[in-house]
């Protein structure tokens, strides 16, 4: 079947230290990810998107990274900080299908002081 | 975010009783989404909207209507509530296809079937 998918449920850095989430996708075809924040609370809040025709995409912090040959792309961010700890999504478009957003269960990032 | 405003925040309603949850956007978005979120699950979508009174189902539609009358509001309504039904849903819009930079979600409403 087609599924966003993420590999750790939960990840725990320490603060200062980079903190790599990863996500793997089943639907060759898709072509735009994106990835959003989830605060206790709140709802989701993007961070970063990302086209097919891109391997690399840079934001304030944060970086994703595609991988289409096997189909699996990354959020990096750098010198992670309390104001982190949040669950983070990936995300996929599928715009043949309407546009929806189907998404990951989610990876909860824990930042220890 | 302010644009987009759901409400109530919480609700606990009993198991058989119709209960509506609402969903306002202020920036005139044609494309409105719900999703409800369940641990194990994520997020899954209900129902999607393109513009006024064009809705079609998502992946888990069942025991849900959904209506939109006006582009800025997009109500979400539970016929009959089941305990299954317990969940956070997520209301969100964009302004395409999410193609470019994705949905706007609001803060969400947390609802308790008992």
């Known amino acids: 079947g087609e599924s966003v998918g993420l590999h750790l449920p939960t990840l725990s850095v320490q603060e200062g230290d980079n903190s790599i989430i990863n996500c793997a996708y089943s639907?060759?075809?898709?072509?735009?990810f994106i990835w959003y924040k989830q605060e206790s609370g709140k709802g989701p809040q993007f961070i970063i998107d990302i086209r097919s025709n891109m391997d690399k995409r840079q934001g304030q912090r944060v970086t994703v990274l595609l991988n289409k040959t096997v189909k699996h792309l990354s959020l990096q961010i750098a010198a992670t900080q309390p104001g982190d700890s949040a669950v983070y999504f990936c995300a996929e478009n599928r715009d043949n299908q309407g546009g929806k957003l189907i998404f990951g269960q989610g990876t909860e990032l824990s930042v220890k002081p | 975010d302010a644009g987009i405003t759901q409400s109530p925040r919480y609700k606990i309603t009993e198991t058989g009783r119709q209960v509506t949850l609402m969903c306002h956007q202020t920036w005139s978005h044609s494309y409105m989404f719900w999703y409800r979120q369940d641990l194990g699950h994520g997020l899954r979508l209900i129902y999607y909207s393109a513009a006024a009174d064009i809705t079609d189902k998502g992946e888990v539609p069942d025991g849900y209507v959904v209506s939109r009358s006006k582009t800025e509001n997009f109500p979400l309504t539970l016929e009959s509530a089941t305990r299954s039904q317990t969940s956070v849903y997520f209301c969100?819009?964009?302004?395409?296809?999410?193609?470019?930079?994705?949905?706007?979600f609001g803060s969400g409403t947390r609802l308790t079937v008992v």
């Open positions: 639907n060759s075809a898709s072509d735009y």
């Open positions: 969100a819009s964009s302004l395409d296809r999410g193609q470019r930079g994705g949905y706007t």
